[in-house]
């Protein structure tokens, strides 16, 4: 595991999440202007300059795969030079292994290679949950979940109960894709750690501090968006 990893985020008392990281794919400049105790930074293959710095200034950052268009040679090698320029740098939330989008069987068989590569260079593991069957994760050989796929698998019971497990299990849960105040909500009530979305960091001078706030909100806050 990764020095300076967070640990998995208190549960308030009806079981949700009371506070949750955002994580956002922006520049180390955001990081400073934008610091909060729950703004984390997404890295991925093609964006992380300054990631030394982050590290650094103690904000905590973990590293997409980038594989949401497709997997092939030319997007793991850039990959695999991420990881390597990342390796054993503090503060690391979690690193994902390749994926293969609503391909849970096409994930699995991705998986041990690249959790190895993770793990190669001192940093945490995250498996990509998708769509595809309903069997356990690799839970002995993973330091992360990550809850992706489509909604049907995000929203639904099979992937609440695995969220249980990892936290029962001690790993971070983070969920991707989560650009509104409702599905932030949903994300606290399974006990997530962490989630990203693209809206917080494409309009961040108007919706960053915003999802900020509905993040570290108590559980008692009504979210209607």
């Not at 008392?13 to 956002?24: Q, R």
């Not at 390749?98 to 290679?113: A, F, K, L, N």
């Amino acid at each position: 595991a990764c020095p300076g990893r967070a640990r998995p985020a208190a549960l308030a008392p009806d079981g949700e999440a009371s506070v949750v990281m955002l994580l956002v794919c922006h520049g180390h400049p955001t990081m400073v202007a934008h610091a909060r105790p729950n703004l984390g930074r997404l890295i991925q293959p093609r964006h992380y300059s300054s990631i030394e710095a982050t590290a650094r200034a103690g904000i905590p950052w973990a590293a997409d795969n980038d594989a949401f268009g497709g997997w092939d040679a030319e997007r793991a090698e850039r990959w695999e030079e991420m990881l390597e320029r990342c390796a054993r740098l503090p503060g690391c939330l979690f690193a994902t292994a390749p994926d293969v989008v609503g391909d849970r069987d096409m994930t699995d068989m991705m998986y041990e290679q690249g959790a190895s590569l993770i793990m190669r260079w001192g940093l945490p593991a995250a498996y990509v949950l998708q769509d595809g069957g309903e069997h356990d994760p690799p839970w002995g050989a993973m330091d992360a979940l990550f809850i992706g796929g489509t909604d049907a698998l995000k929203l639904g019971p099979f992937a609440a109960a695995m969220a249980r497990e990892a936290k029962r299990r001690g790993k971070h849960v983070h969920m991707g894709r989560v650009n509104s105040a409702t599905r932030i909500r949903y994300a606290k009530s399974i006990g997530c750690d962490s989630v990203d979305g693209q809206s917080w960091a494409k309009w961040k001078d108007r919706w960053l501090d915003v999802g900020l706030d509905l993040c570290a909100a108590g559980a008692q806050l009504r979210l209607d968006a």
